[in-house]
Structure formats: C-alpha cells, structure tokens
C-alpha cells in the first residue's frame, strides 16, 4: 500500500497524460513531486495513490521514475503588507532544486510550484536545468479517474490553439456579460513575442495535465466596465480574500487601466492591495488591467465527492469553457511572484477581431475542422459533447 487496483478511468488519464503531455520516453528520469500537507488538509492536495499510479506508469514507459514527497515552506497566506522581494520570498527547498538537476523531467502535484502562480525561482531553476515541467493538477486518485482528466489532451490542445489562432494582433476585442461588463479595446503583440498568438505546449517547457486555456490577449486602449465576481483561489488567498467575492466587484477601466473599484469588501480588499503592490511595480504597473482569456476545457467540473476542497473545485472550473477572465495588475522584474490575479465573468461573451471566442460556455472553435477530426480519433471519450459527462 498505497496502490489499490486502479480502475479503468485512472489508466485511461495517466496513459494520455504520459503519452501526450509528458511525451514520456524510455530510459528518462523522471523526478515525481508531491508536498506532505496535502494529505492532511494543506493546499498542496495530493493522496498517495494518486503518487503510486503515476510512479507505475512511469516505470512501465521504461522510464525511471524517483517520487520525492518534500516539505514546502510554511508561511502565511496573505502575502501583503511587506510583499516579500526576491531576497526574502520563500525558498524553494534546496534538495528539490538539486533534483532537478539530475531529472530529464519532472512530474509535479504541488500547487505551490505553480509556475504560472507562485515564486519566479521555480521557473528559474526548471529552465536554468532546461527540465520540462508537467504540472499534474488531477493530484487524486478521485480527479485523475474524473471526465475532466480523461478528456484527451489532444483534444483539449487543439482547441486551444485553435483558439488562439483566431486572435490576430490589431484586432479589436469586445467582452460583455448580462452583469453589466462592457469592456473593449485592441490586440497588441503577443506577450510571449512573435506575431502569432498560438502555439503549441507539447514540446515546450511548462506542460500542464489536464490542459485548459490559451494564452491572454495582450490589450491596448482597454476601456469600460468589468464586473466579476470570482477570482482564481491562488491569488484570492494570497490577496486574502474568498475565491467567490460576496458582492460583485465593479472595475472601471481607463486606457488600460483601473480608476475605480466598487463592490462589497473584495473590493476594497483589492484596491489596497494593488495600492501595496504599486510600491513595488510602481503605479503604472499595479493598476495595469490585462487579458483577457478564458477556459477552453468543455469537462472541467468536478464534484464534492470527487474534489471535497472547495477552492481546488474553483480552480478546475476556471478552465471550463463558460470561464473568462481579466487580470488585475502586472508583477515586472521587481516582483517575485507570477502576478495572475485572474479575476472571472463566468459565462462572458469574448468577442476577438470577426471571431465570437466564448458565448456563454460555446466556444468559437467547436466546428473547426481540426478539431472535429481530433474529437473523433476519440469515440467513447469526454470531448466536446462536455455536458454529457458533468459530475461523472
Ligand atoms: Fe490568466
């Protein structure tokens, strides 16, 4: 023990996370990564059986895998007042860092080596190794046999590119929702460089299981009103307030930026905290709204039963298709942490160039045919017939 008889669900995920994600092959070592206190309650939610199956499935690729359960540091929640600098931001542990050095991949299930969330040295040590890192979100034996992570990550790929390819720098963008957002403007550069805003993750260094959203547009001349009322549980706690706000927040947003918050105590929370953060980045920065993006994972839902922690429920439903964020404030090379404060308008209407993203949940690539023929290498599958394999 740990290692019940894994069920067919389970085999059907780690296989494809190992295949298509991972791109696993014979004779590599592979460093497997989970934190001890998401066993009992912590952030870094993670079981044991969930550790055993991947290490299986590893070793029967003819790959070598190495499972370290390490310590991450405590610290509190909230990072603010006395935002941490890069002296004095927690350290990721010196034998996880040494690791790396010897891994050809690694595998993680902790949610604070989250390398689109969390310190910056993460990304450093992974790239400075040049070490691709597959992010395991389904961290339980319960999510990895859920529809969620049994959808193909192909699929889920190809939507996602497919997604990004409608996105052209210059376009102009609109997003509303029935809440009252109203919030337009154009498509710069891609963040990442380039003049396409798609690309695909399978040969890059940062590959997350299961996959669920595309890359941001890179806005210019943002105006209008954002009401969200959730925010992405990572930043919500670090910012120290609810992922689900109990009032909606109510961002006016001017050449870009955000001029005035109003809501419930979210709101004020928020505006301070971005008033903190400006004595960092500066106020340019700190009040600097980006995105939009959204979800692009048509099963990404999970029960009580399968996920009992409610916050990691919010974070997978923010990869449904209905999700579509904005973010508030931009980190810059002062900031230590990877700023993604995703603040969402579930259900929102993205409206990019001639191209309708997202409506409600629909997304504008369903008949795509590239994506037609990937959903039909995949017969007996969750895809995107979404709907049908919610809470299974
Ligand atoms: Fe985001």
Redesign the pocket.
């Known amino acids: 023990m740990p290692h019940p008889l894994m069920p067919p669900e389970a085999a059907i995920a780690i296989n494809d996370m190992l295949e298509h994600c991972a791109r696993i092959q014979p004779g590599q070592n592979v460093l497997i990564v989970a934190a001890p206190d998401g066993l009992h309650g912590g952030r870094n939610i993670v079981d044991e059986t969930a550790i055993a199956w991947v290490q299986a499935a590893v070793q029967q690729r003819g790959a070598h895998p190495t499972v370290m359960w390490v310590d991450m540091p405590v610290r509190p929640n909230v990072i603010w007042p006395d935002i941490p600098t890069k002296d004095t931001i927690w350290r990721v542990p010196p034998v996880l860092k040494h690791a790396v050095k010897g891994a050809d991949l690694v595998i993680s299930h902790v949610l604070d080596l989250s390398s689109e969330e969390e310190t910056k040295e993460w990304n450093d040590i992974l790239s400075e190794n040049k070490v691709p890192m597959v992010r395991n979100m389904a961290t339980t034996a319960p999510l990895l046999c859920s529809a969620w992570a049994r959808t193909p990550h192909e699929l889920i790929s190809e939507i996602r590119y497919r997604m990004a390819e409608m996105m052209k720098p210059g376009d102009r963008w609109q997003m509303t929702h029935p809440n009252g957002t109203h919030l337009e403007g154009s498509a710069g550069e891609p963040i990442r460089g380039g003049d396409s805003y798609a690309y695909w993750r399978h040969d890059g260094r940062y590959r997350p299981f299961p996959e669920g959203?595309y890359p941001?547009v890179n806005p210019l001349d943002t105006q209008g009103v954002f009401v969200c009322d959730r925010m992405?549980p990572v930043w919500a706690r670090h910012i120290g307030i609810p992922p689900r706000f109990s009032a909606p927040l109510r961002i006016t947003v001017e050449n870009n930026h955000m001029t005035k918050f109003e809501g419930g105590p979210e709101a004020a929370v928020i505006e301070r905290f971005l008033r903190e953060l400006a004595k960092t980045v500066g106020d340019d920065y700190a009040f600097e709204i980006r995105?939009p993006?959204g979800g692009v994972h048509p099963c990404a839902s999970v029960t009580p039963a399968q996920c009992p922690d409610e916050d990691y429920r919010e974070f997978i439903a923010s990869f449904h298709t209905g999700a579509v964020?904005m973010?508030l404030g931009r980190g810059g090379k002062n900031f230590a942490y990877n700023l993604?404060t995703?603040a969402e308008a579930r259900g929102a209407t993205l409206v990019v160039g001639n191209h309708t993203l997202h409506d409600n949940g629909r997304l504008g690539v369903l008949d795509h045919p590239a994506v037609r023929a990937v959903a039909a290498k995949y017969p007996g599958r969750p895809g995107l017939d979404g709907e049908r394999w919610l809470y299974g």
């Open positions: 959203i941001a992405m995105g993006h964020h973010h993604h995703a």
